[in-house]
T-cell receptor
């Protein structure tokens, strides 16, 4: 079955540590996205990528970095510069850049500070 | 700037009854899309229904329908014949095109969500 796989499901970060969240899709989608969700809140866009080797900052990119070396993969690194990383992180993908295409989401990664 | 507003407090509905979840939006872009997503307690986001800004008919998908009132900038979700499994958070989102160096892309702006609880 095609879908989006996020790992790990739970992640703990120590102070000053960088951590990387994995996102893999086998839907053959061109566009991929990373969102952050805080308790009781909607999703906020961190980074998005339209094609391989290209990505754009979203609304809250500070303290995060991404890469898009393969179409299927869009890992997110939460750097030590992100002072409040505790949140639920969701990865999504869509067929292309048309605004009428729904985004499909993974099951998310919960990140906490130790 | 694009904005989605969901202001209802937690909603309750009796099983088998219909419920309407409110969503208003603001944009100056004539071309946009409106989506509803469901988020159960497990966390995944499930796409429910889509309405394009130029669509003349209200969208329907099974028990879900979207009451699109363009002049009022509202896109309310109607769930008919509620089921216990409908208990979840529901998010309204708007997509809009953004121009970037390599072409164009669409971005989603989400509302803060509404909690729906279905009572047996």
């Amino acid at each position: 079955d095609g879908g989006i796989t996020q790992s790990p499901k739970y992640l703990f970060r120590k102070e000053g540590q960088n951590v990387t969240l994995s996102c893999e899709q086998n839907l053959n989608h061109d566009a991929m996205y990373w969102y952050r969700q805080d308790p009781g809140q909607g999703l906020r866009l961190i980074y998005y990528s339209q094609i391989v080797n290209d990505f754009q900052k979203g609304d809250i990119a500070e303290g995060y970095s991404v890469s898009r070396e393969k179409k299927e993969s869009f890992p997110l690194t939460v750097t030590s510069a992100q002072k409040n990383p505790t949140a639920f992180y969701l990865c999504a993908s869509s067929i292309g850049q048309n605004s009428n295409q729904p985004q499909h989401f993974g099951d998310g990664t919960r990140l906490s500070i130790l | 700037a694009q904005k989605i507003t969901q202001t209802q407090p937690g909603m309750f509905v009796q099983e088998k009854e219909a419920v309407t979840l409110d969503c208003t939006y603001d944009t100056s872009d004539p071309s946009y899309g409106l989506f509803w997503y469901k988020q159960p307690s497990s966390g995944e986001m499930i796409f429910l229904i889509y309405q394009g800004s130029y669509d003349q008919q209200n969208a329907t998908e099974g028990r879900y329908s979207l009451n699109f009132q363009k002049a009022r900038k509202s896109a309310n979700l109607v769930i008919s014949a509620s089921q216990l499994g409908d208990s979840a958070m529901y998010f309204c989102a708007m997509s809009h095109r953004v121009r970037i160096i390599t072409g164009a892309n669409s971005k989603l702006t989400f509302g803060k969500g509404i909690t729906l609880s279905v009572r047996p």
